[in-house]
């Protein structure tokens, strides 16, 4: 390596190792916001519920509503429901969602997630619980990405591949899309069939991991600058 050429290794070098550091440190303030985020969202979930009204008054307000327990009233018109693929410990099944039609907010429709049914249990319909209000936790299912979203829906037996709630709202609400809620909401009873209680709260948090990478390349960087800088003289 010539001298003139140390400044230029020095400045792309240097230039580079900034670069890292900083997706490093952003990652670090990702990891800090995530962590928060988590926290708060367990410790929703053992609050007490409140009304849809509230719940949509918190959403239309720009709050975060993700797990809210809420408690809601009203009415199944249809015993219409849809069938969305997933699974619960290991088994292969669905999560059924049906239309509730409330009565605060009066007439607005709420899109109940109620709970998972195997596949060999499915049915066109299922026995509504005994309970004056349905629980639940609020959930902002927005149009999903990738493999789920590509997949067209099984009209023979039932079956979708998405929680977007424009496309349920499609299936179980026709016709009345505009008065469907913005978000559904995962039943909290604890019924049997569909299988009530079954939210997930697990978090994907892999910002450290990343962080740790973005620092690791930067030192790496720095190691071979050095070396290339030793062996030049």
Same mark, same amino acid.
């Given at each position: 390596?010539?001298?003139?050429?140390?400044?230029?290794?020095?400045?792309?070098?240097?230039?580079?190792?900034?670069?890292?550091? /900083?997706?490093?440190?952003?990652?670090?303030?990702?990891?800090?916001?995530?962590?928060?985020?988590?926290?708060?969202?367990?410790?929703?979930?053992?609050?007490?519920?409140?009304?849809?009204?509230?719940?949509?008054?918190?959403?239309?307000?720009?709050?975060?509503?993700?797990?809210?327990?809420?408690?809601?009233?009203?009415?199944?018109?249809?015993?219409?429901?849809?069938?969305?693929?997933?699974?619960?410990?290991?088994?292969?099944?669905?999560?059924?969602?049906?239309?509730?039609?409330?009565?605060?907010?009066?007439?607005?429709?709420?899109?109940?997630?109620?709970?998972?049914?195997?596949?060999?249990?499915?049915?066109?319909?299922?026995?509504?619980?005994?309970?004056?209000?349905? /629980?639940?936790?609020? =959930?902002?299912?927005?149009?999903?990405?990738?493999?789920?979203?590509?997949?067209?829906?099984?009209?023979?037996? !039932?079956?979708?591949?998405?929680?977007?709630?424009?496309?349920?709202?499609?299936?179980?609400?026709?016709?009345?899309?505009?008065?469907?809620? @913005?978000?559904?909401?995962?039943?909290?009873? @604890?019924?049997?069939?569909?299988?009530?209680? /079954?939210?997930?709260?697990?978090? =994907? !948090?892999?910002?450290?991991?990343?962080?740790? /990478?973005?620092?690791?390349?930067?030192?790496?960087?720095?190691?071979?600058?050095?070396?290339?800088?030793?062996?030049?003289?």
């Amino acid at each position: 390596m010539t001298l003139s050429s140390k400044p230029l290794l020095l400045t792309l070098s240097g230039a580079a190792i900034l670069v890292l550091l /900083t997706l490093g440190t952003w990652q670090v303030q990702r990891l800090q916001w995530k962590e928060d985020l988590i926290a708060k969202a367990e410790a929703r979930v053992d609050a007490a519920p409140v009304s849809i009204a509230e719940a949509l008054g918190r959403a239309e307000a720009g709050e975060d509503t993700e797990y809210l327990p809420v408690s809601a009233v009203g009415g199944f018109e249809s015993p219409d429901v849809a069938h969305v693929f997933g699974t619960w410990e290991g088994r292969a099944g669905a999560y059924v969602f049906q239309a509730m039609t409330l009565d605060e907010p009066e007439g607005r429709i709420l899109l109940v997630n109620r709970g998972f049914v195997p596949q060999d249990q499915w049915a066109e319909s299922y026995e509504l619980p005994d309970a004056e209000a349905f /629980t639940g936790l609020v =959930r902002n299912y927005g149009p999903e990405r990738g493999l789920s979203a590509a997949v067209a829906p099984d009209a023979g037996s !039932n079956l979708l591949f998405t929680r977007s709630i424009e496309v349920l709202a499609d299936e179980l609400a026709p016709g009345r899309k505009d008065a469907v809620l @913005p978000f559904a909401i995962d039943s909290t009873l @604890p019924t049997e069939l569909p299988l009530g209680g /079954t939210t997930r709260l697990e978090f =994907r !948090n892999a910002h450290l991991g990343y962080a740790l /990478t973005w620092y690791g390349l930067a030192l790496g960087l720095a190691g071979v600058t050095f070396v290339l800088l030793r062996k030049s003289g």
